[in-house]
């Protein structure tokens, strides 16, 4: 598992989310959830794309 600092759209607090690799030959790919709730404010944020 590896932890990506993300910033809210809102409130600009940094969550971390969790992803897993794609694959076990790569490591610069990873499967992040589309979604997640802000820690800080609740505010939903979407998970940029690569
Ligand atoms: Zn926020």
Redesign the pocket.
Known sequence: MEEFGFA?W??G?TNFIQGRPKGFWTTTHYELPGEWT?W??E?LNRTPDD
Request: hydrophobic fraction near 25%; charge should be negative.
């Open positions: 809210c809102d409130c607090a802000c800080n404010c505010a």
